[in-house]
């Protein structure tokens, strides 16, 4: 098993930039692919971008061009670097993490995860 847990988020106006952290502990880190997810109040949980174990990202069509998915398997951490925030993007962001036996696997649909943060709230004002 592996524990997640995420911070760095806040509250920024359109235009602004904020990063989102997420240390991992546990389990083999680089066993994992990793993602972020989303849920705004009275909506479905979304898949915003993720990571496979090779380092291959893939990207919600919305926020693609504006955040980097980055991971540091010395220091266990993923990183969700978020510029030209828009007010569309406020919501409580996850980090999760799931196992499969391609090392390229990747998803952003949330039931292949099985493991989750508590999550980071990031508010985007216009």
């Known amino acids: 098993h592996v524990q997640l847990v995420e911070s760095g988020g806040g509250s920024v106006q359109a235009g602004g930039n904020l990063t989102l952290s997420c240390a991992a502990s546990g389990d083999t880190y680089t066993n994992y692919y990793l993602g972020w997810f989303r849920q705004a109040p009275g909506k479905e949980r979304e898949g915003v971008a993720c990571?496979?174990?090779?380092?291959?990202?893939l990207y919600k069509p919305s926020v693609k061009g504006r955040f980097t998915l980055s991971r540091d398997n010395a220091e266990n951490t993923l990183s969700l670097q978020m510029n030209s925030l828009k007010p569309e993007d406020t919501a409580m962001y996850y980090c999760a993490a799931g196992h499969h036996l391609a090392r390229t696997y990747c998803s952003t649909d949330p039931s292949q995860f099985n493991y989750w943060g508590q999550g980071t709230q990031a508010t985007v004002s216009s």
């Open positions: 990571i496979n174990r090779d380092g291959y990202t």
